[in-house]
């Protein structure tokens, strides 16, 4: 119940394209959902997140959808672009909570 | 502004040898610690976090072990590596506030030969 079951594993987009990745959980009392991004020897940086009280969450490019009844949160990277390429991870933690949850991870690469 | 640091940034070391791996946080007091492994082309493992200083939290039992000696300082040891514990060692930081934003540190690529 505290996975969080991300998609897919990996994924190719062309330039311009959009991205989109996918996260699905099962704890109902997760409310706060994070997305990092993560370049080649470099840790995971904190991209965006939303919290169930909105559906969507726009920064830049980066656009996170929440669907609270179906517990899927994604993101979408609109005009994706060659330096987007990198791994990205959803998360997820109930308030309060000391740990967050991550996805495995998905590798885009976006093809100039 | 809050930066966190880590050191080694790589290191290579033989079986049976000791490890210490360290992290600091600057600008901010009392923070949640977390020191991360990543294996090569995967997911974020959790190890220890610390919610402050002498406590802390093992996630997966191990050869591995955690300490932290001052309010901003997380270590991460072994007395005898194994060819297992190669990784990406990554140690982050959090408020420890309602919502659990964590920001992570430039890690350490580790590599048991």
């Known amino acids: 119940q505290q996975q969080v079951k991300q998609s897919p594993q990996s994924l190719i987009v062309q330039k311009g394209g959009i991205s989109i990745i996918n996260c699905a959980y099962e704890?109902?009392?997760?409310?706060?959902f994070p997305w990092y991004q993560q370049f080649p020897g470099k840790g995971p940086a904190l991209l965006i997140a939303?919290?169930?009280?909105?559906s969507e969450k726009k920064e830049g490019r980066f656009t996170i959808s929440f669907n609270k009844s179906a517990k899927q949160f994604s993101l979408h990277i609109m005009d994706s672009q060659p330096g987007d390429s990198a791994t990205y991870f959803c998360?997820?933690?109930?308030?309060?909570?000391?740990?967050?949850?991550f996805g495995k991870g998905t590798m885009l690469l976006v093809s100039p | 502004s809050q930066t966190i640091h880590q050191w080694p940034a790589t290191l290579v070391q033989p079986v049976g040898s000791p490890l210490s791996l360290e992290c600091t946080v600057e600008g901010t007091s009392n923070p949640n610690l977390y020191w991360y492994r990543q294996a090569a082309g995967r997911g974020l493992q959790l190890l220890f976090y610390s919610v402050g200083i002498g406590q802390i939290s093992s996630e997966v039992p191990q050869n591995l072990s955690a300490s932290r000696p001052q309010d901003r300082q997380f270590i991460l040891s072994s007395k005898k590596l194994l060819l297992s514990d190669s990784g990406f060692y990554l140690c982050?930081?959090?408020?420890?506030?309602?919502?659990?934003?964590?920001?992570f540190g430039p890690g350490t690529r580790l590599t048991v030969l």
């Open positions: 982050a930081w959090s408020m420890g506030l309602l919502y659990n934003e964590q920001f």
């Open positions: 939303i919290r169930p009280d909105v």
């Open positions: 704890n109902t009392a997760f409310d706060y």
């Open positions: 998360a997820a933690s109930p308030p309060g909570y000391s740990t967050l949850t």
